[in-house]
């Protein structure tokens, strides 16, 4: 299978056309959290779609992914600086970041030299802040034909670490005690061809396609599609977050 940092650079400009985007109360709320707001560090940032809005609510974002690809990508802002740099290791000064942020990514660390990383570059008082989301959800017959399909047909190619995400976080050793939250989710208003291009945009339906020479989504979309109904109708669709907040203590 490919390595899970060519499976997100593949996807790079279909992660912007079609991954849904963050709640805009979600960034003010961090923002009111965080001790100032000079600096925060987006980890795993993919193409900046949570930098671009952090950027809105702090002076500076220093935005890192793994992938240069995804890297390449990303839309620029003039108080964003944008680094190809693992989650284990930033070029940051002790005790100097607000807030950690890490969007649909932190399964995918290594979380015991990752927390001793964000440990170092926050302030005492500083907010770490993780988030994900799982299946959609639509209300119809659609939501358990996708479940069926993450994880009967292509979930033998999720990579190590997706896991993780599927438990709601549970299972990562966070550094600090959990805040209790305001619930957030994304909302969006889909047509059929949204759905089609964000299942492809899924790292496991990569490497099954890799792997067997067939892309899993068109196998399967006569199935979307009887439960979609007409392509050209618009649907709700939504994720609710799964949100970790931690706070360094002071």
């Known amino acids: 299978m490919p390595k899970l940092t060519d499976q997100f ?27 100032s707001t000079e600096l925060v560090w987006d980890c795993g940032c993919g193409n900046g779609q949570a930098s671009i809005a952090l950027a809105d609510h702090f002076d500076r974002v220093f935005a890192t ?15 964003i600086t944008y680094r190809v740099s693992p989650a284990e ?10 807030l950690v942020t890490v969007a649909q990514a932190i399964h995918w660390f290594d979380h015991s030299r990752f927390f001793a990383e964000v440990s170092r570059v926050l302030k005492p008082g500083g907010v770490l802040a993780a988030w994900g989301y799982q299946l959609l959800h639509t209300g119809t017959t659609l939501d358990d034909i996708v479940a069926e399909f993450h994880s009967q047909v292509i979930g033998p190619y999720w ?62 979309s ?12 618009e649907k709700p669709v939504s994720w609710p977050l799964i949100l970790y907040v931690g706070i360094k203590s002071a």
């Open 9 to 35: 650079s593949q996807a790079s400009n279909a992660y912007r056309d079609f991954r849904p985007d963050y709640p805009e109360a979600l960034y003010r709320y961090l923002a009111t959290l965080s001790p």
């Open 65 to 79: 992914d793994i992938s240069d690809n995804q890297i390449a990508h990303a839309t620029s802002r003039p108080n």
């Open 89 to 98: 290791h930033v070029a940051l000064h002790d005790s100097s970041v607000d």
């Open 159 to 220: 990579p190590k670490g997706r896991e993780l995400l599927d438990e709601g976080y549970t299972k990562i050793p966070l550094p600090y005690p959990r805040e209790k939250t305001p619930a957030f989710s994304m909302e969006k208003q889909w047509h059929f061809d949204h759905l089609i291009g964000y299942l492809n945009t899924w790292s496991a339906v990569k490497s099954y396609e890799a792997d067997r020479g067939r892309n899993p989504v068109s196998l399967y």
């Open 222 to 233: 006569d199935r979307f599609l009887q439960a979609w109904g007409a392509p050209e109708s």
